[in-house]
């Protein structure tokens, strides 16, 4: 009798250990996924947020014609990073966070393309979101041709922003801790 008991409590405990460890794999990879995509979506805000506040002038330099409400990006090692590059390579603005930085931004952005990547600087991964963005209408939409084409690119450390996870928490997620 005893035998059955021991057989049927280790049967129980092998599938009670498999369901909580496959329902913590799956629930970290939603959490992952999810955190993934609201970092991507907030740096696409804030890419938007400085289309909306910047006008290129005629020596191809961008001017800020409001104030940028988002004060990271004026301070330096806040952890948001931003510049804009012209299509000639050259920088028309690059935000005094960025001081002292070199971020490789990928490059070869066209008009209306989206992209996003990770980039390590200095032993630290930074999560990026790039943007092709042209005031010419006669550039279509997908080709990178003209000077007058911007390429929006914004960085952001993961423990920077309120989806990464906090220290001491345990996790099996790829996610750094804040």
């Known amino acids: 009798m005893a035998s059955l008991h021991l057989r049927i409590l280790l049967a129980a405990s092998v599938v009670l250990v498999a369901f909580f460890g496959l329902t913590g794999v ?50 330096p090692g806040s952890g948001l990073y931003g510049r804009v590059m012209r299509n000639d390579g050259h920088t028309a603005w690059r935000s005094p966070s960025m001081e002292g930085l070199n971020i490789p931004f990928p490059r070869g952005v066209a008009r209306g393309e989206r992209r996003s990547a990770l980039v390590e600087v200095s032993g630290t991964l930074l999560s990026t979101f790039n943007i092709g963005v042209s005031w010419d209408d006669q550039v279509p939409l997908g080709q990178s041709i003209h000077s007058a084409l911007l390429k929006i690119s914004i960085s952001s450390r993961p423990g920077s922003v309120p989806s990464a996870r906090p220290c001491g928490v345990p996790s099996l997620s790829w996610l750094p801790c804040y």
């Not at 506040?53 to 961008?62: I, K």
């Open 26 to 75: 799956i629930l970290d990879n939603a959490y992952r996924h999810s955190a993934e995509e609201a970092l991507h979506e907030r740096l696409q805000g804030y890419a938007y947020a400085l289309v909306a506040v910047m006008e290129p002038n005629a020596r191809g330099a961008v001017q800020l014609n409001n104030a940028l409400p988002i004060p990271r990006f004026f301070t």
